[in-house]
């Protein structure tokens, strides 16, 4: 029965997959084609870096989730190595899409300037008020669960450690699977006790589930500023990329461990890799309406900009007819673009993963530093009383020898008058 079975399996396989590697490999076309020409239109009209660099960052996640994943179906083996770099530049376009909220926002100064301002008007309390300042909210990290626009500048700080953390935590995750693997005991797709993925699986759930409510929490608090970019529209579409494709993974996996996939070779991966070429075709051309390049190109380049433009300036009418109004379109050079992003997003990067790891470090090392305090109050006592035990030691030998000393004095005194009476 079960040779029944297994030879069915493989001629249903055999059936299915060639059609099925050309439909996944003309819709990786289709991503690849429409994501590279929207990333050269940003790249030509970098006219505001510090935003277009990250919107770079969150479109090159569909032409790397497409690549891998057809490479994967085509050769099975490359599967797990491919999913772990998958995996980790998830991360980074979940941190770069934060960071592009951030940039359109003005800055992380003008964001908490911002937030500080929504926290006041949220607790309704004026700058001054008779002339007096007004008694400060006192901030709890309950307040980020239940009201978050009264946590001011915290708020910022609670989303961009969500982000960071997430990304640190999968790259870790990503590196340790693969030692795991490299040993025998990862079972990618196993949800058996003895295997180090369903542990795995777990940590990364909840970091990933923790960075997107980081996300969620920070938009519905700016939401109000966002609304020219139609913030909407770009976060569902993100979020759906890295949201669906972890619990779709998640979910295949679990169906293979209860029976319901086949559990010959890797079906559940092979799976994976064919429904994620289909919804990066659709992600593809959803982006090229979601994250167009035609507001950037009638902007002129940022003064603050270090890209070295070489810029074509073509006069182009904003009507028909009208030749007092050009509009001045700004090109720029494609490698000074890519060199502003690898740089200054490299550089902005670094600094966020320090400053996320110096706060994780913190509490700790206060933790640690109040139980040496702990300890050292202890040993202190312990001195104290010892040399308490000492003085009363002493003062005990001091009594008794002065004891001792009248004895002798008082039997001094008794002999000497009995040697008088005689």
Partial sequence: MTSVNISAYESTYSDLYEPAVIFAGCSVLVALVSSFSLIRQHLVSYTKPEEQKWIVGVLFMVPIYAIQSIISLVNPKLSLALDISRNCYEAFAL??????????????????????????????????????????HRRSFIDFFRRPNVLGADLLTIEKFGLVQYMILKTCCAFLALVLEIFGVYGDGEFKWYYGYPYIAVVLNFSQTWSLYCLVQFYNVTHERLKPIKPLAKFISFKAIVFATWWQGLGLALLSSLGVLPQ????????????ICIEMAVAAIAHVFVFSAR????????????????????????????????????????????????????????????????????????????????????????????????????????????????????????????????
Avoid at 122 to 129: A, D, G, I, T
Avoid at 264 to 275: A, R, S
Wanted: net charge negative; hydrophobic share 30%; aromatic share 4%.
């Fill in 295 to 422: 507001p950037y190109h009638f902007l002129p380049a940022s003064e603050n900009s270090r890209v070295a433009a070489e810029r074509t300036k073509a006069m182009l009418k904003t009507q028909k007819g009208d030749e007092k109004n050009p509009t001045v379109y700004e090109k720029t050079s494609v490698r000074e673009s890519v060199q502003d992003i690898v740089v200054q997003g490299g550089h902005h990067v670094v600094e966020d993963v320090v400053l996320t790891i110096n706060q994780a470090i913190e509490p700790v090392e206060k933790g640690v530093t109040k139980i040496q305090e702990t300890f050292h109050e202890i040993a202190v006592r312990d001195d104290e009383k010892e040399s308490d035990v000492k003085v009363e030691e002493y003062e005990q030998d001091v009594t008794v020898d002065k004891s001792d000393v009248s004895t002798s004095e008082d039997k001094l005194t008794i002999e000497t008058s009995g040697k008088t009476g005689r």
């Fill in 95 to 136: 941190y770069s899409f934060g960071s592009y909220l951030i940039a359109v926002l003005g800055g992380e100064q003008r964001v908490v300037e911002l937030l500080e301002s929504e926290s006041r008007k949220s607790l309704n309390k004026p700058l001054l008020e008779d002339g007096n300042e007004p008694q400060q």
């Fill in 264 to 275: 010959e070779g890797k079906v559940e991966t092979e799976l994976q890799d064919f429904l």
